[in-house]
């Protein structure tokens, strides 16, 4: 029988389920298979759209990994991951955050996106909302819609460093609604929710009997001086779901491991949900991620962070010099969320037209939402400080001549995607 690779539909098609129609997929994809094409025919590009440090995991995560192999660590492991990587991030939260929290209370999962997954299928009902920003990791909201529940995208601006604030959450919480969704730092933006507004929101949401999930991942990746301390929600409050992940601060994106921390009365529900959807994460990657907490490792870590500092100080000052407007610094992750409005009405079209004239590649603001999203690009600084200064340069290129707009031509409306609540 011939195999049907084109996308004639098919039985199969018809018996998709609705749900579908509210997952759109991520147009970085589309972007990147512009870029792939462009590479095929020879063209240079420079990659600042993937969420991803150009670092890998360093060589003691992947000696780990080797040796893990060689003794024969190859088969199922208990769901909720091993013991020993369960206490090591136990250990390093109270070395580095300060916070004690049992080991019982992590769950080994594949990536944030397996700890996600995991926490939507435990909490949403069918019909509930989940509040969260918008912009925001575009996924989260596919997470919840994947359970049958609607994500509430509430508008955040500069003016509230692109976060929820605990009276927008006042504001935006209906019937429905049974928790809120944050991640701190956040992408696309690198902003963080500072402590007073998050132990604020934390009390509001308990006060109407809600969950608080706050991603993150990005943790670890700071760059301002602020707090004495890295700073994790959990030293708020022990009563919220913590999601978080070795793909960033750990570069280890592809092993695809992460973790939840979670109130020890919800370990019967993930565990249950972890044993049926997974069986387990990757043994490999839980015997390398040992690897990770050893002093050589982490003063690895501490090197690339300060390196990923000095990226930052790079190019934040040389984006605006192109006239791109940065409203909010980052204080976190590895991004810059830009306003171009300046220079378009239309930041999607603009993310296309400099990958074919010029060769680099930021991701649009529609991506992330839908509040301003023709105004925004995302650009990740998580490459070498050569490609990141030559795309500044191939960017000065670009824009070198160009008017810029004024009045009628600047940006009115937001973009529309299918499947999502906006409130306003
Ligand atoms: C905010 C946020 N959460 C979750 C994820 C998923 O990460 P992981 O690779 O750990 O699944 C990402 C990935 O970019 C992210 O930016």
């Not at 069918?126 to 909201?141: H, I, T």
């Not at 994500?151 to 928790?179: A, I, Y």
Request: one cysteine or more; proline letters at 7%; a negative charge.
């Amino acid at each position: 029988m011939a195999d049907k690779a084109d996308s004639t539909p098919t039985t199969m098609t018809k018996t998709l389920a609705s749900r579908l129609a509210n997952i759109v997929p991520f147009h970085v994809m589309e972007l990147q298979k512009m870029a792939a094409a462009l590479e095929a025919d020879g063209k240079s590009i420079i990659h600042l759209g993937i969420g991803e440090p150009d670092f890998t995991a360093p060589p003691q995560v992947i000696e780990a990994a080797t040796v893990a192999m060689q003794n024969g660590h190859l088969q199922y492991t208990p769901a909720l991951g091993i013991l020993p990587l369960r206490q090591a991030i136990s250990d390093h939260y109270r070395d580095v955050y300060g916070v004690e929290v049992g080991a019982e209370r992590i769950v080994i999962t594949a990536g944030a996106s397996g700890a996600l997954l995991l926490a939507c299928a435990a909490l949403v009902e069918k019909g509930s909302e989940v509040l969260m920003p918008d912009p925001c990791y575009p996924c989260n909201r596919h997470f919840v819609a994947a359970f049958e529940g609607r994500s509430k995208c509430v508008p955040c601006g500069p003016e509230s460093r692109f976060q929820l604030t605990d009276n927008m959450v006042k504001n935006h919480w209906g019937p429905d609604t049974k928790g809120v969704l944050l991640a701190s730092p956040s992408n696309p933006t690198g902003t963080s929710i500072p402590p007073s507004t998050l132990s604020s929101i934390i009390n509001t949401v308990h006060s109407k009997n809600g969950f608080v999930i706050v991603d993150e991942i990005y943790g670890g990746l700071t760059y301002t001086n602020d707090s004495p301390k890295p700073f994790t929600a959990l030293s708020l409050s022990s009563d919220i779901i913590i999601i978080n992940s070795f793909s960033k601060y750990f570069h280890m994106t592809g092993w695809r491991l992460g973790y939840l921390i979670i109130p020890a009365a919800l370990l019967p529900a993930i565990e249950k949900l972890s044993q049926n959807l997974f069986i387990c994460p990757s043994v490999i990657a839980q015997h390398a991620a040992l690897a990770c907490f050893q002093p050589s490792t982490l003063c690895t870590y501490s090197a690339r962070l300060a390196e990923l500092a000095t990226r930052r100080a790079f190019i934040i000052p040389a984006l605006k010099s192109l006239g791109w407007e940065i409203p909010v610094e980052p204080d976190g992750a590895f991004y810059v969320y830009c306003d171009v409005s300046r220079w378009t009405a239309d930041a999607d079209s603009l993310t296309r037209e400099i990958l074919r004239d010029v060769g680099v590649v930021v991701v649009p603001g529609m991506d992330f939402g839908v509040w301003g999203a023709k105004k925004y690009v995302r650009v990740s600084y998580a490459q070498r400080m050569e490609k990141l200064g030559e795309a500044v340069e191939r960017l000065r290129g670009f824009f070198e001549g160009r008017r810029p707009l004024r009045g009628e031509g600047l940006v009115k409306d937001d973009v529309r995607h299918e499947g999502m609540v906006v409130e306003e």
